[in-house]
């Protein structure tokens, strides 16, 4: 049976830096397809920190004007471009937030290329995508939980399993920050390959969560502001292997859990910065690896697909339970930034 196109699309575009009264929806044109594209209906979108700052002007790398926000979407193909080989009418696909980004290092040119900043991104109902910024969704998942895996789940695997010879391993130690998207896939990740796991969180009902996924031992950082040294305690005072980097203004602490050669990944700083930063000599006083990561590869996303189609219960995306329709993104975009969401912010989109 043939897919109807439809003619036009509803979408937010980005129309100022005034964050949310720069968000416009209109509906328009669907956009034409060019040849190594690949038109796809989009079910499903979740929201990011990146997406707050883009339209407050904020974002640290490169934006376009009016731009379609949103990096993270799932969706049915369409139509395809007729130099298109990799996907066919039908099938359902996530996007990649680099789409240049196929494999190994980044480079200048894959930065210049973000979807949802400089390309136009996902909160629209249809889209035209580069087929090489497109990967095939895991069986076993809805739209909106496979929408995750787009930035939050690719960027905690890049994590875990990025660097060569130093991919995290059964019995070992993960440290992570907070019930946001990056950390509940990281401690997903690490119990689904037997690692342990040592989570910080501001409140006994965000412990909750953090205890149905399996975390050995929680901290509540509110009440234990110096809780490196108890996270290093708690591992019989070697340290932890692993730390996920995500609010910015812990980075003392992280520096006083991690073990002599371990890696602290740094991914964000949702929190904002604090005034005794470590510096570069501390990689060297403590022997550690500061390791910056923006997102992940196709191939790393490809590869972590296929752990969660594997494993679709245990691997399964941590959504909030408030998701939103199309037409409320503004809300959505005040819920994440409250900081009240577990798990990934996530848009229905008909």
């Given at each position: 049976?043939?897919i109807?196109?439809?003619?036009?699309?509803m979408?937010?575009n980005?129309v100022?830096q005034?964050?949310l009264?720069?968000?416009?929806?209109t509906?328009?044109?669907?956009?034409?397809l060019?040849d190594?594209q690949?038109?796809?209906?989009?079910?499903g979108?979740?929201?990011?920190?990146r997406?707050?700052?883009?339209?407050q002007?904020?974002?640290?790398?490169?934006t376009?004007p009016?731009v379609?926000?949103g990096s993270d979407?799932?969706?049915?193909?369409l139509?395809?471009?007729?130099?298109?080989t990799r996907?066919?009418?039908?099938?359902k696909v996530?996007?990649t937030l680099q789409?240049?980004?196929?494999?190994?290092?980044?480079?200048?040119?894959?930065?210049?290329?973000?979807?949802?900043a400089?390309?136009?991104?996902?909160?629209?109902s249809?889209?035209a995508?580069d087929?090489?910024g497109l990967?095939?969704?895991p069986?076993g998942?809805?739209?909106?939980?496979?929408?995750?895996?787009?930035?939050?789940?690719?960027?905690a695997?890049?994590a875990?399993?990025?660097?060569?010879?130093r991919?995290?391993?059964?019995?070992?130690?993960?440290l992570t920050?907070g019930?946001?998207g990056?950390?509940?896939?990281?401690?997903q990740?690490?119990k689904?390959?037997?690692?342990?796991?040592?989570?910080?969180?501001s409140?006994?009902e965000k412990?909750?969560?953090l205890e149905?996924?399996?975390?050995d031992?929680i901290?509540?950082?509110r009440?234990?502001?110096e809780?490196?040294s108890?996270?290093?305690?708690l591992t019989?005072?070697?340290?932890v292997?692993?730390?996920i980097?995500?609010?910015?203004?812990?980075?003392?602490?992280?520096?006083d859990s991690v073990?002599?050669?371990?890696?602290?990944?740094v991914?964000?700083s949702v929190?904002?910065q604090a005034?005794?930063?470590?510096?570069?000599?501390d990689c060297?006083t403590?022997?550690?690896?500061?390791?910056?990561v923006?997102v992940?590869?196709?191939?790393?996303?490809?590869?972590?697909c296929r752990?969660i189609?594997?494993?679709?219960?245990?691997l399964r995306?941590?959504?909030?339970?408030?998701?939103?329709?199309?037409?409320?993104?503004?809300?959505a975009y005040?819920?994440i930034a409250s900081?009240k969401?577990?798990?990934?912010?996530?848009?229905?989109?008909?």
């Amino acid at each position: 049976m043939a897919i109807s196109i439809p003619k036009t699309a509803m979408q937010w575009n980005v129309v100022g830096q005034d964050g949310l009264y720069s968000l416009q929806f209109t509906e328009k044109a669907v956009p034409q397809l060019g040849d190594n594209q690949v038109l796809v209906k989009i079910h499903g979108a979740s929201l990011n920190y990146r997406d707050i700052l883009i339209p407050q002007g904020r974002y640290p790398f490169t934006t376009k004007p009016d731009v379609i926000p949103g990096s993270d979407g799932a969706g049915v193909v369409l139509a395809v471009g007729k130099h298109v080989t990799r996907f066919k009418p039908g099938d359902k696909v996530i996007t990649t937030l680099q789409p240049q980004h196929i494999g190994g290092s980044v480079t200048k040119q894959i930065a210049r290329f973000g979807l949802g900043a400089s390309v136009d991104g996902t909160l629209r109902s249809v889209g035209a995508f580069d087929e090489h910024g497109l990967v095939a969704m895991p069986e076993g998942l809805s739209f909106t939980e496979a929408a995750t895996l787009t930035c939050a789940g690719v960027t905690a695997w890049n994590a875990l399993f990025g660097v060569a010879g130093r991919h995290l391993s059964a019995g070992q130690w993960v440290l992570t920050q907070g019930t946001g998207g990056v950390s509940t896939f990281a401690i997903q990740f690490a119990k689904a390959v037997g690692a342990r796991v040592i989570a910080t969180t501001s409140s006994s009902e965000k412990a909750k969560l953090l205890e149905k996924l399996g975390v050995d031992h929680i901290i509540n950082y509110r009440e234990t502001p110096e809780w490196g040294s108890v996270a290093k305690e708690l591992t019989g005072g070697v340290g932890v292997n692993y730390v996920i980097e995500v609010s910015g203004i812990s980075m003392k602490q992280s520096v006083d859990s991690v073990k002599l050669d371990g890696i602290i990944t740094v991914i964000g700083s949702v929190g904002g910065q604090a005034k005794d930063m470590p510096g570069l000599l501390d990689c060297w006083t403590n022997l550690f690896t500061a390791r910056g990561v923006w997102v992940g590869s196709r191939l790393q996303m490809e590869d972590m697909c296929r752990a969660i189609e594997a494993n679709p219960e245990k691997l399964r995306p941590v959504v909030d339970p408030k998701v939103f329709t199309l037409d409320q993104v503004k809300e959505a975009y005040e819920y994440i930034a409250s900081g009240k969401h577990q798990g990934k912010v996530c848009i229905e989109i008909d």
